[in-house]
């Protein structure tokens, strides 16, 4: 009998790719898999009673594990390269023992987590910790690069505040009084470079003939960019303006020329893939906001041009050598991102399941086969969609999302690359 493995894919556009790479890495072991969104997963539990369950939200442990009747849990952090009060090991210090022994792999994406781990959490076990780099960024490494020029501008963007995935008015709900600063910030920053963003797209569309590709953060609704963005623009200039929605990052910025950004963990892809990057925190007059919500927010910075108004950033969109080299991003990028990290860090997961997998006794159990989870889900999917047409924005389905076509050549070159 197969062994059965959950993956939470918490955010389509963010978690979903990494999750259908190490699927596949998986199936080629002889297992079954069922890549989730958060609209399934409960079901998904009780039904198909998966062997191993996979999340990267580290509150969830223990409750996933009340709930799945003996399943393992292994946890790969969703944000694995924060430091100080944000990183992984200050964040999980906070749960109790008995809410961190539910967990029975912890995935980390560099050296520096796992030493901050076996520093501050007193009941480190080596064992469970597995440093395997950060599993975005095998769409980095194995996906194949275009270095043709397409003409094109990428505008990454980032205002879930102000432009929430199922509609929800979250700008009200973080200004008032009892939320925290941070989350205040969050939308006062996205404000600013929202308001900046649209200003860059109109000097980009009236003072060049460039095309602009815009990728909303995953958090974000994509209706929202074709019903109130490109309209805003004259007639003339709407067929130069792309909505991007496709699962991949990296995936996008080969489609692109130039990022163009506020500070965001997407800064980190467009390095690797060699992609100029223009940040517009000082137009926007939100780069001490930005500095604050991270701890590696000016190592994000530092890779960037930064305009001090529109003439320069046309001379910056024109300009021949447009790379910076930072070397503290990269010596960051190996402590905490494990970059460059000679295997595909969904391999390496991938291997560690399968040891525990082999060593845990199977009990035999009833459980609906898969075939009828993902009819469930199907209906699930459309009665979602009825009650709310954005619900495809965070909420994975592959009815929204097909498989990138590249998918398959993605893992050959992976297994290749561990011979």
Same mark, same amino acid.
């Given at each position: 009998?197969?062994?059965?493995?959950?993956?939470?894919?918490?955010?389509?556009?963010?978690?979903?790719?990494?999750?259908?790479?190490?699927?596949?890495?998986?199936?080629?072991?002889?297992?079954?898999?069922?890549?989730?969104?958060?609209?399934?997963? %409960?079901?998904?539990?009780?039904?198909?009673?998966?062997?191993?369950?996979?999340?990267?939200?580290?509150?969830?442990?223990?409750?996933?594990?009340?709930?799945?009747?003996?399943?393992?849990?292994?946890?790969? #952090?969703?944000?694995?390269?924060?430091? $100080?009060? /944000?990183?992984?090991?200050? !964040?999980?210090?906070?749960?109790?023992?008995?809410?961190?022994?539910?967990?029975?792999?912890?995935?980390?994406?560099?050296?520096?987590?796992?030493?901050?781990?076996?520093?501050?959490?007193?009941?480190?076990?080596?064992?469970?910790?597995?440093?395997?780099?950060?599993?975005?960024?095998?769409?980095?490494?194995? !996906?194949?690069?275009?270095?043709?020029?397409?003409?094109?501008?990428?505008?990454?963007?980032?205002?879930?505040?102000?432009?929430?995935?199922?509609?929800?008015?979250?700008?009200?709900?973080?200004?008032?009084?009892?939320?925290?600063?941070?989350? !205040?910030?969050?939308?006062?920053?996205?404000?600013?470079? /929202?308001?900046?963003?649209?200003?860059?797209?109109?000097?980009? *569309?009236?003072?060049?003939?460039?095309?602009?590709?815009?990728?909303?953060?995953?958090?974000?609704?994509?209706?929202?960019?074709?019903?109130?963005?490109?309209?805003?623009?004259?007639?003339?200039?709407?067929?130069?303006?792309?909505?991007?929605?496709?699962? =991949?990052?990296?995936?996008?910025?080969?489609?692109?020329?130039?990022?163009? @950004?506020?500070?965001?963990?997407?800064?980190? %892809?467009?390095?690797? &893939?060699?992609?100029?990057?223009?940040? *517009? $925190?000082?137009?926007?007059?939100?780069?001490?906001?930005?500095?604050?919500? @991270?701890?590696?927010?000016?190592?994000?910075?530092?890779? =960037?041009?930064?305009?001090?108004?529109?003439?320069?950033?046309?001379?910056?969109?024109?300009?021949? +050598?447009?790379?910076?080299?930072?070397?503290?991003?990269? @010596?960051?990028?190996? %402590?905490?991102?494990?970059?460059?990290?000679?295997? @595909?860090?969904?391999?390496?997961?991938?291997?560690?399941?399968?040891?525990? &997998?082999?060593?845990?006794?199977?009990? +035999?159990?009833? /459980?609906? #086969?898969?075939? *009828?989870?993902?009819?469930?889900? &199907?209906?699930?999917?459309?009665?979602?969609? +009825?009650?709310?047409?954005?619900?495809?924005?965070?909420?994975?389905?592959?009815?929204?999302?097909?498989?990138?076509?590249?998918?398959?050549?993605?893992?050959?070159?992976?297994?290749?690359? !561990?011979?």
């Amino acid at each position: 009998m197969k062994n059965r493995i959950l993956i939470r894919a918490f955010t389509a556009r963010r978690d979903v790719m990494s999750s259908l790479v190490l699927k596949k890495i998986l199936e080629k072991k002889k297992c079954e898999v069922i890549v989730s969104s958060i609209r399934q997963f %409960e079901m998904a539990i009780k039904l198909w009673k998966p062997n191993l369950i996979i999340i990267n939200v580290p509150s969830l442990v223990k409750y996933v594990k009340n709930i799945s009747q003996g399943s393992l849990v292994a946890l790969i #952090p969703g944000e694995g390269a924060e430091q $100080d009060e /944000f990183s992984f090991a200050s !964040q999980w210090k906070k749960f109790n023992k008995e809410h961190r022994e539910c967990a029975d792999l912890i995935f980390l994406w560099g050296k520096g987590s796992y030493d901050e781990c076996k520093k501050k959490i007193p009941d480190f076990c080596g064992s469970k910790y597995i440093v395997v780099g950060n599993p975005k960024l095998d769409s980095v490494k194995y !996906q194949t690069k275009r270095n043709k020029k397409n003409n094109v501008i990428g505008m990454a963007c980032r205002f879930p505040t102000i432009n929430q995935h199922s509609g929800l008015p979250y700008a009200m709900i973080s200004l008032q009084p009892n939320v925290p600063v941070t989350s !205040q910030n969050l939308t006062l920053t996205s404000v600013y470079s /929202f308001k900046t963003m649209m200003e860059a797209i109109k000097v980009i *569309l009236e003072k060049t003939d460039k095309n602009i590709s815009i990728r909303p953060h995953p958090l974000e609704a994509i209706e929202t960019y074709y019903e109130h963005v490109i309209g805003f623009f004259d007639q003339k200039f709407r067929s130069r303006i792309s909505i991007d929605k496709s699962l =991949c990052l990296a995936e996008w910025l080969n489609n692109i020329d130039i990022m163009v @950004s506020s500070t965001s963990t997407s800064i980190v %892809e467009a390095e690797l &893939l060699k992609k100029p990057i223009i940040s *517009l $925190d000082k137009i926007s007059k939100t780069t001490k906001l930005n500095s604050q919500e @991270s701890s590696y927010s000016p190592f994000l910075q530092g890779c =960037c041009l930064i305009p001090k108004n529109f003439s320069e950033f046309l001379l910056f969109l024109n300009k021949k +050598k447009k790379k910076i080299i930072n070397k503290k991003f990269f @010596s960051f990028l190996k %402590e905490f991102h494990g970059w460059p990290f000679k295997q @595909s860090s969904n391999y390496l997961i991938a291997h560690e399941i399968k040891k525990i &997998l082999n060593k845990n006794i199977k009990k +035999k159990i009833f /459980f609906l #086969p898969k075939f *009828l989870i993902e009819l469930v889900d &199907l209906y699930l999917f459309y009665r979602e969609m +009825k009650k709310n047409r954005l619900h495809w924005n965070c909420n994975y389905h592959h009815k929204s999302y097909p498989t990138p076509n590249y998918l398959n050549s993605m893992i050959q070159s992976i297994y290749k690359n !561990q011979k």
